[in-house]
């Protein structure tokens, strides 16, 4: 019998699952390497915990792996229905709150700094902690740029389609839900889902999407749906469908990255600027610009995101040999 255990969280509503003990090391000298690595030998586990009958389609979870870069305290790799991300700012904040809280990496107030190697790049978060607890937790992301503004996609079933194209440890298309006639609601999920599917589909089956540095991260991830906000202060209100038409909770934490980028890019933004940005939930996070710079050609800036996280449960999950449904199975 094979024992996992799990250290859950919510952060703005995106559940994390953490996996504590059961996941084997995947060797590699490079982050990359390691995600390659878990893909080959170890994604009946990332199905188990991801999938039904211990996850559901929208699950979302990440594993602890010895860093590559000496400055890292560790690495982290993200995983979801479809396979593995690049980079998770909701992860980010959940993962630091689990290590802190619970010892895993030395904690003291008032703030820690944590320092976590992504395959996108190193991550630096500062956690505010508070009675031993942490309140919070902001992060400072991977260079954020835009690859495409004011761009025209022909979706079957949709029609002509209005996007920008830009980079915050992800590839994102975003969209305008008013232009598209649909509303940023939860009673929506389902024609968002689908919305952003077809969209994501059209993009990629039309126009190749690269990175700059790193091959491996040249794919479009999500679709995210910007519009007014519910709540007074609140600058958008995002809603991404990302991997195999997961809903994210949040409002994206790599997801706000790029947004700030296309604002700093129309200068709309000025550096220093705090803005809030809401879930579909109503759930939000913090942004804003650190730095701008440029990052292999393009201009780019720094964004810092923040949020907080909840603990929700600790697991102790079996996966029995004999089960025909060992390696999970979607349902939608």
Known sequence: MHRITTIDVHVAGEPLRVITSGFPEPPGNSILEKRRMCQDQSDHIRRALMWEPRGHPDMYGCLVV???LSEADCGVLFFHNEGYSTMCGHGIIGLVTVLLENAMIPCAEP???????TPSGLVTAKASIQNGRVSSVAFRNVPSFVVDLDQRMEVPGVGVVPYDLAFGGAFYAFCQAEALGIELMPEQSRRLVDLAMAIKQAITAHRPISHPVEPELGFLYG???VGPASGSGVYRRHVCVFADGALDRSPTGTGVSAHLALLNSRGLV???EPLEFESILGTRFTGRVVEQMEFAGHPAIIPEIGGCAYLTGRQEFFIDPDDPLKDGFLLR
């Open 66 to 68: 010895s860093p590559s």
């Open 111 to 117: 703030e820690t700094t944590v320092r976590l190697e």
């Open 223 to 225: 679709t995210i749906f």
């Open 270 to 272: 000025a550096p220093g």
